[in-house]
């Protein structure tokens, strides 16, 4: 036994290599589990006392001798491979351009609009996509037979209890005065869905950001004037606006708002429907039974609301022609927006 361990030893001594495979070889050789050292270890277990006490010491170096060389020449093997690499880099080659992101169009014109009346103190507020019919339609005086509670027009996702994506984000109007104290000035913007024809003027997915002012004494030249602010900062100081009268069930009067876009080319035509206004936004009065369905008292407060179309005001500060185009994440049009 004593000489095949020393005949080990000099094995051990005598073994060289920079090569990973090859030292993995010779680990299992030595102290891999039918390794020579390992099986040394086996027939010692059987030898007299005597023998034990000499040649204990001798193999346990042994073993220890096998293990720090090994560990030694991984090292070694190791380091040689990274700087091989390294050798091959060619640090002259012009490097890869990196893709920058960009914000998409309707999130820059979001971002605006938001920038734009938090100056005059318009906080932010959120709510759900798929929405329930109080929040969507019943605080909001939706009468039980408006054409909008039917599958023509909205998607719904469950009938009983009925739950749909909402159709505007006015649902955010009731979910603010749930839920926040007066006075209540807030701003939410968000994804809206109905169930529309695809075309250049409308999707079946678009924008709103919803406005919502309640406090006392709020009037409708409030109103006007906010908007014209919005409209000055957002197109230009010299913007034309005008106020038509409209309707909708939750404010009391209510008006649309467009801009001057102009008549000039046959886009113009299609995209104004002839007129060279484009509407942006609908707004009135909050009607006093939407206040008193939300339990705010509608003798003491008023307030005014609006909601505006996103991809509209998009398609016009950055000359785009065609609605679908914010939808179709094509990257030759979204580069566009750096
Ligand atoms: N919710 C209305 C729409 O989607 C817009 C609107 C909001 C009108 C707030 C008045 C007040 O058309």
Redesign the pocket.
């Known amino acids: 036994m004593k000489e095949r361990i020393e005949l080990l030893s000099k094995e051990l001594n005598d073994f060289s290599s920079n090569l990973l495979d090859e030292i993995e070889a010779k680990r299992i050789s030595w102290i891999g589990k039918k390794g020579a050292i390992t099986n040394l270890f086996e027939e010692f277990r059987e030898v007299s006392p005597e023998e034990k006490r000499l040649l204990g010491k001798a193999l346990n170096e042994l073993k220890n001798q096998a293990e720090g060389k090994i560990k030694e020449l991984k090292e070694q093997a190791g380091q040689l491979s990274v700087s091989a690499a390294s050798e091959k880099l060619d640090l002259t080659r012009p490097a890869l351009s990196h893709l920058k992101a960009t914000r998409h169009p309707v999130s820059q014109v979001i971002g605006r609009i938001t920038d734009i009346f938090r100056r005059v103190g318009f906080s932010l507020s959120v709510g759900p996509e798929i929405e329930d019919d109080w929040h969507n339609f019943s605080a909001l005086n939706f009468p039980e037979e408006h054409p909008a509670r039917d599958m023509q027009d909205t998607f719904f996702v469950s009938m009983d209890p009925a739950k749909a994506l909402r ?4 649902s955010v ?1 009731v979910r603010a005065m749930e839920t926040q104290g007066l006075p209540i000035r807030t701003l939410s913007p968000g994804r ?1 869905f109905r169930n529309e024809a695809i075309s250049s003027r409308s999707h079946c997915i678009f924008h ?1 950001v ?1 406005g919502l002012y309640i406090d006392k004494g709020v009037s409708f030249a409030d109103m006007k004037q906010t908007l014209l602010y919005f409209a000055q900062e957002l197109f230009g100081a010299e913007v034309k606006i005008r106020l038509r009268p409209s309707y ?1 069930p ?2 009391e009067p ?1 008006a649309e708002m467009d801009v001057w876009w102009g008549l000039e080319s046959e886009s113009d035509y299609r995209i104004t429907k002839g007129t060279g206004w484009l509407e942006i ?4 009065m909050v009607d006093p039974q939407v206040l008193e369905n939300n339990g705010i008292d509608s003798k003491e407060y008023s307030g005014y ?3 505006i179309g996103i991809e509209r005001i998009a398609m016009n500060l950055f000359g785009v022609s065609d609605l679908r185009w914010f939808f179709e994440n094509d990257m030759r049009f979204l580069r566009q927006f750096k």
Do not use: D, I, K, N
């Open positions: 159709t505007h984000t006015s109007q809206v709103q919803e909708f939750f404010t209510s936004l609908g707004c009135g609301a609006f909601g």
